[in-house]
Structure formats: structure tokens, C-alpha cells
């Protein structure tokens, strides 16, 4: 079992920066590959990142590359997204997601489907 987290989340002007934290608790958090993904309102849930989990592999959807950043920190089981440059179409709540796969553990997959546990989600907020 792992339970998750996230923080950070808030209103901020296009062009500006936010972190998002994901506080991860139970004993398997080392071993998973960890994602992040949003949904804005009136759209479907969509890839955002991901991290493998020793923090070396990281996959991104095309529209945050260059702007966000995916990292890990297995002794304080917490994952980051370090979100800059941000555009009024990063509006949306931001959830955290593990995926206990042993086969994605090292090499990450953007599917929401293949992830196990996930967080209650955080606002993001872009005004343009």
C-alpha cells in the first residue's frame, strides 16, 4: 500500500513557478515508478511526467518540456514537479500517481491505467 500526498499547489501569474510536493507513505515507495498527472475542468486526465525509481529515467508530455521538472527524493519518500514558465493551459488539479509494476520500475510508463495508488490532487491556477 502506498498513500500519497500533494501539496503546493495555488494561484500564480502566467510565466511564473510553482512545486509541487507528493508525500509518500508505506515501505514500497523506493521500488515505484512515479507519475504526474493532470485534469482540467471539462477535459479527461492527461500525462504530465514521470520519474523511475532511482530518479534517473524521466518521461514528459511534449506541451511541459523545458518547463517542468520531475525529481525524486527516496529518503524523504517525496516526489517534485517543479513547474516554470507556467501558462494559463496548466490550469487544472495535479495528481500524484505510483505504480508498483516491476517491469515499469526503471523506465516509467505515461498510462493511467498502469498506476495503483493515487493522491487527492492539488489546484493549479494560471491567470493570464
Known amino acids: 500500500q502506498v498513500q500519497l500526498v500533494e501539496s503546493g499547489g495555488g494561484l500564480v501569474q502566467a510565466g511564473g513557478s510553482l512545486r509541487l510536493s507528493c508525500a509518500a507513505s508505506g515501505r514500497s515507495f523506493s521500488r515505484c515508478a512515479m507519475g504526474w498527472f493532470r485534469q482540467a475542468p471539462g477535459k479527461e486526465r492527461e500525462f504530465v511526467a514521470a520519474v523511475g525509481w532511482s530518479g534517473g529515467n524521466t518521461y514528459y508530455t511534449d506541451s511541459v518540456k523545458g518547463r517542468f521538472t520531475i525529481s525524486r527524493d527516496n529518503a524523504k519518500n517525496t516526489v517534485y514537479l517543479q513547474m516554470n514558465s507556467l501558462k494559463p493551459e496548466d490550469t487544472a488539479v495535479y495528481y500524484c500517481?505510483?505504480?508498483?509494476?516491476?517491469?515499469?520500475?526503471?523506465?516509467?510508463?505515461?498510462?493511467?491505467?498502469?498506476?495503483?495508488?493515487w493522491g487527492q490532487g492539488t489546484q493549479v491556477t494560471v491567470s493570464s
Open positions: 500517481a505510483a505504480d508498483l509494476g516491476v517491469r515499469r520500475a526503471v523506465v516509467p510508463s505515461p498510462n493511467s491505467y498502469e498506476y495503483d495508488f
